[in-house]
């Protein structure tokens, strides 16, 4: 994974969802053998001040998505940007997100432990997305959503019944959950589970055959 940008989230004038890909053999959380990696793809409109025009797919974190699009679009970060601080959508978000019950954690995962900042970094990069996340049938079945720093988000359908589809605030809000309850100093590691919805957010350092970042 690239640099985190460090830059206030925005508004993301996109739809992104976790595509589930058949599973890739070998791409799994290493603190749990039977986790499965799936990849990430964001909806991104080539013109981000007109969320109604042409889109692109591209494939990855949000901190690659934002870079992949200004590499190829120049200037589309410095229009990304000039949209920052429209979070109107969110209560939505956190409408989902009441009706559920209190979530469980587990900060004794056994992996290594990832950067706080990074992860408040890609927390409020997901924050700042509107539109929904997809994925495919669990248990286990997992996107890395955000990493930098080697520092990464995942977030997991647990539901074998079918495809699971979230606001990606929801997300956001058990990842910072996983840091107001699982965080030292500087360092955080955990999973946040909504048992009776069967989805959970992964909070670590991404040592794997997915990658660091």
């Not at 739809?15 to 053999?25: D, E, I, L, R, W």
């Not at 988000?153 to 959950?177: F, P, R, T």
């Amino acid at each position: 994974m690239i640099l985190l940008i460090t830059i206030i989230p925005s508004v993301l004038a996109l739809c992104g969802f976790v595509h589930a890909a058949p599973a890739t053999p070998g791409l799994t959380l290493d603190d749990v053998d039977d986790f499965t990696i799936v990849p990430v793809y964001w909806e991104l409109p080539v013109k981000p001040d007109d969320p109604n025009g042409a889109t692109v797919t591209v494939e990855g974190t949000i901190q690659q998505a934002i870079t992949k699009m200004d590499t190829d679009y120049p200037g589309w970060n410095q229009t990304f940007h000039a949209g920052l601080g429209d979070v109107s959508y969110v209560s939505a978000s956190l409408a989902a997100l009441a009706a559920l019950k209190d979530p469980t954690y587990d900060c004794k995962i056994k992996t290594d432990m990832a950067n706080i900042l990074a992860i408040k970094w890609g927390i409020h990069y997901l924050r700042a997305i509107p539109g929904k996340a997809k994925n495919g049938p669990g248990p286990k079945n997992c996107g890395r959503v955000s990493c930098s720093w080697d520092s990464a988000i995942y977030w997991c359908n647990e539901d074998s019944s079918g495809v699971k589809e979230l606001y990606w605030g929801q997300i956001a809000d058990l990842a910072q959950g996983i840091l107001d309850n699982c965080a030292g100093l500087t360092k955080v590691k955990g999973q946040g589970t909504y048992k009776d919805d069967k989805w959970s957010v992964v909070v670590r350092f991404p040592k794997g055959s997915e990658g660091n970042c």
